[in-house]
C-alpha cells in the first residue's frame, strides 16, 4: 500500500512553466510503476504520462509530448511532472497514481490515487 499528496499546483499564463510534486508514502514505493492524470471541469480523467518502477521506461499522451517531463526518485519517494510551455486546455485537476507495469498504467488506470492538484492556465 502506499499514500500520495500532489503539490506544486497553482494559477499560470499561457507558455509559462510548472513542476508537480507527488510525496509517497510507504516501503514499497519502489516497486510501483507511477503515472500523471489529469481532468478538466466536466470531462473524463485523462492519461499524461508514467513512469516505470526504476526509470527504464516513460509513456506520454500525444497532446504533451515534448512539453511534459516525469522523472522519480525512489531515495526521496518522489515522482515529478515538469510542465512546459502550458496552454490553457493544460488546466485540470492533475493526479498522482501508483500501478503495476507502466504500459498497464498508461491504457487502463491504476491501483492507488492522490487526492489532486489544480493547474489553471490563462489564455
Known amino acids: 500500500q502506499v499514500q500520495l499528496v500532489e503539490s506544486g499546483g497553482g494559477l499560470v499564463q499561457a507558455g509559462d512553466s510548472l513542476r508537480l510534486s507527488c510525496a509517497a508514502s510507504?516501503?514499497?514505493?519502489?516497486?510501483?510503476?507511477m503515472g500523471w492524470f489529469r481532468q478538466a471541469p466536466g470531462k473524463e480523467r485523462d492519461f499524461v504520462a508514467a513512469?516505470?518502477?526504476?526509470?527504464?521506461?516513460?509513456v506520454y499522451a500525444d497532446s504533451v509530448k515534448g512539453r511534459f517531463t516525469i522523472s522519480r526518485d525512489n531515495a526521496k519517494n518522489t515522482v515529478y511532472l515538469q510542465m512546459n510551455s502550458l496552454k490553457p486546455e493544460d488546466t485540470a485537476v492533475y493526479y498522482c497514481?501508483?500501478?503495476?507495469?507502466?504500459?498497464?498504467?498508461?491504457?487502463?488506470?491504476?491501483?492507488?490515487w492522490g487526492k489532486g492538484t489544480q493547474v489553471t492556465v490563462s489564455s
Open positions: 510507504g516501503r514499497t514505493f519502489s516497486q510501483y510503476a
Open positions: 497514481a501508483a500501478g503495476d507495469r507502466v504500459q498497464v498504467v498508461a491504457t487502463s488506470g491504476a491501483r492507488f
Open positions: 513512469i516505470s518502477s526504476i526509470s527504464i521506461s516513460t
